[in-house]
């Protein structure tokens, strides 16, 4: 055995100047447990510039470092992977977190192994451990686990070789209701993630080619059995350098029920315009183009919907009253609401309709546009007309009436003309009411002029004069006006006989 040729030292100086160049770190121990040897990348990785500044021997090794397995546990005494090693056990890849015993805030990440290189006799010779610097990768994956359980999207990551879930963020949790530990450990298809996605097979294929996946719609089911309208995407990643993807999601489901929402107000509206019994069309507020047009309206202008719709009222003279049409358009435009505006309408027949008009702006798929509602007073008109000609035909002699039928007359006929008197009887001026007292008695202008020795001119002036301030525009009108307030002309015209 001793005749057997050895190594020259010169032959170990170059291996350890082979090592020394290597970007793993390598430490030799002797079998008595001193640190005889570290290469510069070791020693880096360990934050120190001298072989000294590790320990010395496998003791001080323990007192210069804290190492804890990545859930953050001690190892404990003997566990160290250079305790192992001098103890004659090899470690195959064991990573831990390191960090100087006077700083245990400074963290580092470690992946070591051990070789025991034995002499001619079998014996251990050399004691190393190799160890790989993991930190930045470490690192790396840190940052990429904060922002992705930081980010309010929603996200999931699945891995390839067995297409099961292995991370889900606090945003999908919160999106979908599941529990964490519901989620974790499924497969995309337990999950049902494409299951009612129009394009759920190309998505699956290009998953398990581990190929981008682009955006695309799917209906995501939900542990209470309903679902959730979803955008999703799929981007390859390595997690701890196993293949993975990360899938992120979108919700839709606010802008599907903000769509159905409108949709069903949508149909309410159409429903409501169209079944309504009072007349109403829409047009746009641009150049007020009739774009809809209800039953209603086609009933009461006798125009179909197709002769309406595409036109203008101008283009249809559909009032009678070019200057009020415009003066309600030009209201409109500048954003003020008509109610009840008194407009005649030419149908198409050549008849005649009043109507009540009243139009506001409202916005129509993005369009501003006016609705108009039409309201047919026509009969209600005439028949109040006819009533008030009636009222006053009668009260034009009303002396065989009880005074309390006179005055609810007199009522009737103020709530139908919608007119209230203007003046009261001590308005009225000694002329005015000697001119009031002739009207009562039925003289005519001719015979006021003889009565009162006043011109023919003077007395249309007075009657002008005394029509404007009761309020009136007839004679039977002014009769039954002073009547409603017991005033016949007895008083006046005695006045006047006794200064003849």
Request: glycine residues 6%; hydrophobic residues 40%.
């Amino acid at each position: 055995m001793t005749d057997e040729p050895q190594p020259p030292d010169m032959n170990r100086n170059v291996l350890l100047e082979l090592v020394g160049s290597l970007s793993d770190g390598v430490i030799l121990i002797d079998p008595k447990g001193g640190i005889s040897w570290a290469n510069s990348s070791a020693l880096q990785m360990h934050r120190v510039s001298a072989i000294e500044e590790l320990g010395g021997d496998v003791a001080g090794y323990r007192k210069a470092f804290t190492l804890r397995y990545r859930n953050n546990h001690l190892l404990d005494e003997g566990q160290y992977p250079i305790e192992r090693l001098l103890d004659g056990e090899t470690v195959d890849e064991v990573t831990v977190n390191i960090s100087p015993a006077s700083d245990p805030e400074l963290v580092w990440v470690h992946t070591i192994r051990s070789l025991i290189i034995v002499d001619a006799s079998a014996r251990p010779d050399v004691l190393a451990l190799v160890i790989r610097d993991e930190t930045p990768l470490f690192e790396a994956e840190e940052r990429f686990e904060r922002a992705f359980n930081a980010n309010p999207a929603p996200g999931l990551i699945c891995r390839l070789d067995d297409l099961r879930f292995i991370r889900v963020n606090p945003g999908f949790v919160e999106m979908t209701n599941y529990a964490r530990e519901k989620v974790i450990g499924k497969t995309v298809n337990q999950l049902g993630l494409f299951d009612n996605c129009d394009t759920g097979e190309d998505a699956l294929s290009k998953l398990m080619e581990g190929r981008l996946i682009r955006q695309r719609e799917a209906l995501l089911p939900l542990p209470d059995g309903s679902d959730r309208l979803v955008i999703v995407a799929g981007e390859p990643i390595a997690v701890g350098e196993e293949p993975c993807m990360l899938f992120t999601f979108a919700d839709l489901d606010a802008r599907r029920k903000a769509q159905n929402a409108l949709r069903q107000s949508e149909e309410r509206f159409s429903k409501s315009f169209r079944l309504s019994p009072a007349a109403a069309a829409i047009s746009r507020l641009d150049d007020f183009v009739f774009t809809e047009v209800n039953d209603a309206f086609v009933q009461l202008t006798g125009y179909g919907g197709e002769e309406v719709i595409g036109k203008t009222a101008s283009e249809l003279h559909l009032w009678d009253n070019i200057a009020a049409r415009r003066a309600v358009e030009k209201k409109l435009t500048d954003a003020t609401v008509v109610r009840g505006e008194a407009m005649r309408m030419k149908q198409k027949d050549g008849g005649i309709a009043d109507c009540l008009v009243s139009a506001e702006r409202v916005e129509i798929n993005d369009q501003q546009c006016v609705i108009w509602s039409l309201q047919d007073i026509t009969e209600r008109k005439r028949s109040e007309e006819e009533l008030v000609e009636a009222i006053e035909s009668v009260m034009a002699d009303t002396s065989w009436f009880s005074r309390s039928v006179v005055d609810r007359l007199a009522t009737l006929r103020q709530v139908s003309s919608g007119k209230a008197p203007s003046a009261q009887l001590l308005d009225l001026s000694d002329r005015e009411k000697e001119i009031l007292a002739l009207i009562c008695r039925g003289q005519s202008d001719v015979e006021m002029s003889e009565t009162l020795r006043l011109s023919r001119n003077t007395i249309r002036n007075h009657v002008a004069s005394l029509y404007a301030k009761i309020g009136v525009n007839r004679r039977a009108a002014a009769v039954i006006w002073a009547r409603e307030r017991g005033f016949t002309g007895a008083t006046a015209s005695t006045r006047r006989g006794n200064s003849k």
